[in-house]
């Protein structure tokens, strides 16, 4: 695992209880999708606007067909009782809720999730 976290990225307000499950569903899958001796990196970063968070592996990747599907509540690719297929569907409402994106791009042999959220403070959706 790489960890290339931006050290000036300011505080923001967010639960950060919530967060976490956010960044567990996503590093799960990563170590899902990987073979041993697969890579993870964690990277921050920041722009104007938002803090940026992301999570790549060299993995399997994503198919195009199921790409749309993933953030689907139940959609799973895996077998039961090993996938419910609710941590991208909770991953996604944590951050609507906190005003914040979720983008995905994905090829054979690396997959990206992008995660930014407001530095300002926003009003927190109640959903
Ligand atoms: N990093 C990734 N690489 C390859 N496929 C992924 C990755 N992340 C998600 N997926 C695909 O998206 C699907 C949905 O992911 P999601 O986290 O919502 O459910 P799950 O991992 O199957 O089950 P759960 O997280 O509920 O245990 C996965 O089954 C998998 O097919
Ligand atoms: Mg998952």
Excluded: Y
């Excluded at 976490?20 to 920041?46: F, H, P």
């Excluded at 060299?58 to 996938?83: A, H, M, Y």
């Excluded at 419910?84 to 609507?96: E, Q, S, Y």
């Amino acid at each position: 695992m790489e960890r290339n976290f931006d050290r000036t990225i300011p505080k923001i307000c967010a639960f950060g209880v919530e967060l976490n499950q956010v960044w567990t569903n996503l590093i799960m899958n990563a170590v899902d999708a990987m073979k041993e001796g697969g890579e993870l990196e964690l990277r921050t970063s920041q722009d104007a606007l938002d803090v940026v968070v992301e999570v790549r592996d060299n993995g399997s990747g994503i198919p195009t067909e199921v790409l749309s599907r993933i953030f689907d509540p139940f959609f799973t690719t895996k077998g039961v009782g090993e996938g419910t297929g609710l941590g991208l569907d909770t991953a996604m409402r944590v951050i609507k809720k906190h005003r914040g994106e979720i983008d995905v791009r994905s090829e054979p042999g690396e997959t990206v999730f992008r995660i930014s959220l407001p530095k300002v403070k926003k009003a927190v959706s109640s959903l």
